[in-house]
């Protein structure tokens, strides 16, 4: 994975647009169109109740066909989680990266994730469910899957570090301690809302991310809150 790092060395002068489906070859688009219907599928299925069976029927394409993109069920899979974790780069990362270094871009970040976690939580997520499927099963779709959240985690790691540098954290701040709470907070909000479905649960996210920068936040520090 690519993912840059919050700091100001790494902020690419402009995004890297993914190419557009009419300049790939046939073969990619078709390739293409097979991994974004995966991915719609393995929210609903999982990535273990993903086959190339099933994405044969979902395309209109016989199993042979599907097979000669992927060569097998697992690379496949990988395939999916590399389009998800793309996807989730494009949402809410990058346009992050438009608000003002430190506390702001640290909020946009959390207001964008946000965004993508309240339709994930009608729709799946392939983060969570992945880390349920293959917690303790070793082998490359694990790897890819934590390599994944590793990678965007990092970020929001080097996000938190920099609010510090900035000065709208307090100094002696665990970074480390910060952003496993806004993980954390995150986490539960999918396990609440998802799983047991209990009303209410998106509106608690908010403030629940307004009392970790109250906890270790600066009097006076820029927050731009909604």
């Known amino acids: 994975m690519s993912l840059p790092l919050f700091s100001d060395s790494s902020i690419p002068v402009a995004e890297a647009e993914r190419p557009s489906a009419r300049a790939m070859p046939k073969g990619q688009q078709t390739k293409q169109a097979i991994v974004q219907a995966a991915v719609t599928l393995s929210t609903q299925v999982g990535l273990e109740g993903l086959s190339i069976g099933s994405l ?3 395309m ?7 097979f000669a993109h992927f060569g097998s069920r697992e690379e496949l899979q990988i395939s999916v989680i590399r389009e998800y974790f793309a996807s989730f ?6 346009p992050a990266l438009q608000a003002p270094k430190g506390l702001p871009r ?15 939580i009608q729709s799946g997520c392939i983060f969570i469910s992945g880390a349920v499927e293959f917690d303790d099963r070793p082998g490359p779709v694990r790897e890819a899957l934590a390599n994944s ?3 965007w985690l990092h970020a929001l790691y080097r996000a938190v570090v920099l609010a510090k540098d900035c000065g709208h954290l307090s100094t002696d701040a665990d970074a480390q301690q910060v952003a496993f709470e806004i993980h954390a907070l995150i986490l539960a909000l999918h396990y609440e809302a998802r799983f047991l479905k209990n009303p209410g649960s998106l509106a608690r996210a908010n403030p629940g991310f307004d009392v970790i920068l109250a906890r270790y936040g600066v009097p006076g520090a820029p927050d731009f809150s909604v």
Do not use: C, P, Y
């Open 56 to 58: 044969a029927d979902l």
């Open 149 to 151: 959240v590793q990678t």
């Open 60 to 66: 209109h394409m016989s199993k042979s066909g599907v």
């Open 106 to 120: 640290l909020r946009a970040l959390f207001d964008n994730w946000m965004t993508r976690v309240a339709i994930e």
């Open 89 to 94: 780069e494009q949402e809410v990362f990058f």
